[in-house]
């Protein structure tokens, strides 16, 4: 029902070579009738042709890696490119008959402010994307080496960082688009916001999707898989990854079998970012924050409450709802 292609794979291979690489797939995997393909896409590498095959395969779905459209912000951290460049992917895109448009955009960047800030959403929404998805840059220990390479990574405060926020977050809702939690926004009357009202969306690792499925399938190196009652990761190296393949085995480094705690639990989650009512009954500390309101046929999460997600979400989990 969908296949996803991140990371580098639509950016870095030719046009014949992506082919080559649907086709295999669908070769071992039948297509679903309501079939939807998405890809991550880099607008400093022109696409044209990779798109238009994508497209003919069909792929109606496209996130654009925006992150910033302030030039000082992006030469810090080595991604330098124009809102030109951004602007000509999205054209082709719409041309080709991708019917989804997502940009990526960060908060927490060096050089940041809220000057700067409003300047990238109001040269976004220009552009009309029909999603955006609003992140916090990952601080990541492990990486530090690899993040100090791209220079300076001073971290804002907490109160810096909620104000980069408040900033894109005002001028997207002034724009006609509905937050949805967990850093999305749904452009009114896009496809994503059309599945939020109708009931029928659907979450996983790599963000909303208006065609629900059962289990997730990750193909390639450090991907994930979601099988239900079990995840599991693929080998993080690529020559071990390579030799697994090799020797016909399959190329996993971790897994882990769900409880049926665990399972409940991932079903409320989904519920619960996805706007629908939870199944499971939560703390009444929420219904006086206001982050959650009653209703006559149940509890629902408020517009408040759709920021609050993941702690609203953690207390029900006894892993993390316990003390030190």
């Not at 690529?238 to 769900?258: A, C, D, Q, T, V």
Request: hydrophobic share 35%; with cysteine; aromatic share 10%.
């Amino acid at each position: 029902r969908n296949l996803y292609l991140g990371g580098g794979t639509p950016t870095f291979l030719e046009p014949l070579q992506l082919e080559k690489l649907i086709n295999s797939v669908f070769r071992k995997a039948k297509r679903s009738p309501d079939f939807r393909g998405h890809l991550e896409s880099d607008p400093r590498v022109k696409q044209t042709e990779s798109l238009k095959i994508l497209a003919g395969a069909g792929f109606t779905n496209i996130s654009i890696g925006v992150q910033d459209f302030n030039s000082d912000v992006l030469i810090n951290v080595n991604r330098e490119q124009s809102r030109f460049q951004v602007a000509e992917l999205i054209s082709s895109a719409r041309e080709i008959g991708f019917e989804n448009i997502n940009c990526d955009m960060l908060y927490g960047l060096p050089f940041q402010n809220p000057e700067k800030m409003a300047n990238s959403f109001s040269q976004l929404i220009k552009m009309s994307p029909d999603t955006v998805a609003f992140y916090p840059l990952a601080h990541v220990p492990w990486q530090k080496g690899h993040q100090e390479a791209y220079g300076e990574f001073k971290l804002p405060s907490d109160e810096e960082k909620l104000e980069l926020f408040l900033t894109g977050h005002k001028i997207l809702e002034e724009d006609s688009y509905h937050y949805q939690g967990m850093g999305h926004y749904f452009k009114n009357g896009s496809q994503l916001h059309i599945a939020a009202q109708n009931k029928n969306l659907g979450r996983h690792i790599s963000g909303f999707f208006d065609t629900k499925a059962s289990k997730m399938i990750g193909l390639g190196v450090s991907s994930l898989s979601n099988w239900g009652n079990a995840l599991t990761q693929n080998q993080p190296i690529i020559s071990k990854y390579f030799r697994s393949l090799e020797m016909r085995e399959i190329p996993w480094i971790n897994g882990h079998l769900k409880t049926q705690r665990e399972r409940e639990l991932e079903t409320e989650f989904e519920r619960l970012s996805c706007g629908q009512k939870p199944q499971l009954e939560l703390p009444g500390k929420w219904h006086r924050e206001g982050f959650i309101s009653s209703e006559a046929d149940g509890s629902i999460i408020t517009p408040l409450g759709r920021h609050f997600l993941r702690p609203i979400f953690e207390t029900l989990d006894p892993l993390l709802n316990r003390p030190n």
